[in-house]
């Protein structure tokens, strides 16, 4: 296939590998881009890709708790400005308060659905839209639901630009939560433990890391036990029980919560604009616009 500037561009975003390097990647691989990362990486010209995209799209994440249900929900808007603006923010709250009492299983369903008891879900966002002049949407939204034994732990940083709700079963201490919570806002790990990365995600990896190994040199006898210890680290990236604690770096996660005689359920975590593209202007061109159009 055709191989484009534009994907040439993204997988330079996410490996940080030189342009040629991609390009070759890219022609070498027939232009998938998963594959071709993993061929960065195996010739130790790129960084382990992430997951997620670059940040695009405004907006807010938002977390409400009402008694053992909680959700974590995002709406998006065009330009920052408009997150400082109240009304958004207290549309954040209705449709929060909305979601945990109505607990709708899909964001189509939500929008279709009363609020107040009058206009629906849909019609509320668009009256704000009139409002506020700008597209708002409801994105997406994740509900959680726990015992009274259990806690959820909320954390929003920046200013809602990233937030995380976390669920402990074993302990009705909220500040441990929030704190998981915290750790996850920085470090932003992918799965609870390594038993929730599935078998060939583990596969691939191990692959990755042996060609990656035979590549530098080293020794075959040698390679399968050095594999082993970086998939230990690559653990380490991506499961939150295995990562360092960010208020207590000597110590795994995992210690400090079965310290507190508790279990890590579940986590969502949400930046906003996460795997959404923004359009691309040419910053001169818009002022040059701006001062035309007066």
């Not at 590998?17 to 790129?46: F, H, P, S, W």
């Not at 590549?215 to 990562?243: A, H, S, T, W, Y």
């Amino acid at each position: 296939m055709a191989i484009t500037a534009q994907m040439v561009k993204e997988l330079r975003e996410k490996t940080g590998a030189g342009m040629m390097d991609c390009k070759k990647a890219l022609t070498e691989n027939d232009g998938n881009m998963e594959q071709a990362i993993d061929y960065l990486r195996e010739k130790g010209v790129a960084k382990a890709a992430k997951k997620s995209d670059r940040i695009a799209a405004e907006g807010l994440t938002h977390i409400e708790v009402e008694n053992n249900t909680a959700v974590l929900l995002e709406v998006n808007c065009e330009t920052d400005f408009v997150t400082k603006n109240d009304q958004f923010k207290t549309l954040l709250t209705k449709l929060g308060k909305h979601i945990v009492a109505k607990k709708p299983a899909t964001v189509e369903e939500a929008l279709q659905q009363k609020i107040d008891g009058e206009e629906t879900v849909e019609s509320f966002i668009n009256s704000v839209v009139a409002k506020i002049g700008e597209k708002i949407s409801l994105r997406r939204f994740t509900i959680l639901t726990k015992s009274d034994n259990d806690s959820f732990g909320s954390y929003l940083h920046m200013g809602g630009r990233i937030g995380v709700l976390t669920l402990l079963e074993g302990t009705t201490d909220e500040q441990v939560a929030k704190d998981i919570a915290m750790h996850v806002a920085a470090v932003n790990p992918q799965y609870v433990s390594r038993d929730a990365v599935s078998e060939d995600e583990v596969k691939r990896e191990r692959e990755v890391l042996k060609t990656q190994a035979l590549n530098e040199g080293k020794p075959e006898k040698i390679v399968e036990k050095m594999v082993e210890g970086r998939l230990g680290k690559f653990f380490e990236d991506i499961c939150l029980l295995e990562q360092n604690f960010v208020k207590d770096p000597d110590q795994k996660v995992k210690k400090y919560v079965a310290d507190k005689g508790a279990t890590v359920k579940t986590f969502v975590r949400y930046e906003v604009g996460e795997g959404m593209e923004k359009r691309e202007e040419n910053f001169a061109e818009e002022v040059r616009n701006q001062i035309n159009n007066k």
